[in-house]
Structure formats: C-alpha cells, structure tokens
C-alpha cells in the first residue's frame, strides 16, 4: 500500500510541475504576442 502512496504523490508532483510550467508560458507568451503587433516608435509614445 506504501508503494502505490508514494507513486500516487510521485504522479501529482510531477502533475503540479507542469500545470505550472504550462501557466508561466501562456502568462508570458500572451503579452508578449500582444506586444509585437506594435509598431514600437507608437507604443513609445503613448
């Protein structure tokens, strides 16, 4: 029973892992695509 515990714990570690990993990509991915539809000199001024 120990044995299937720990790959259980094992399995929602390395779930939590990438579920973040995913989250930090698309919350730095999505403003940076917002960003390069920009002309910089306009976004510069405003």
Do not use: C, D, K, W
């Not at 399995?11 to 917002?34: E, H, K, N, Q, Y």
Request: aromatic fraction near 6%.
């Amino acid at each position: 029973m120990a044995i299937v515990n720990e790959l259980f714990a094992q399995g929602s570690f390395a779930l939590a892992i990438g579920a973040l990993g995913f989250v930090t990509l698309a919350a730095a991915s999505i403003p940076a695509r917002r960003a390069s539809r920009l002309e910089p000199t306009i976004a510069l001024r405003e």
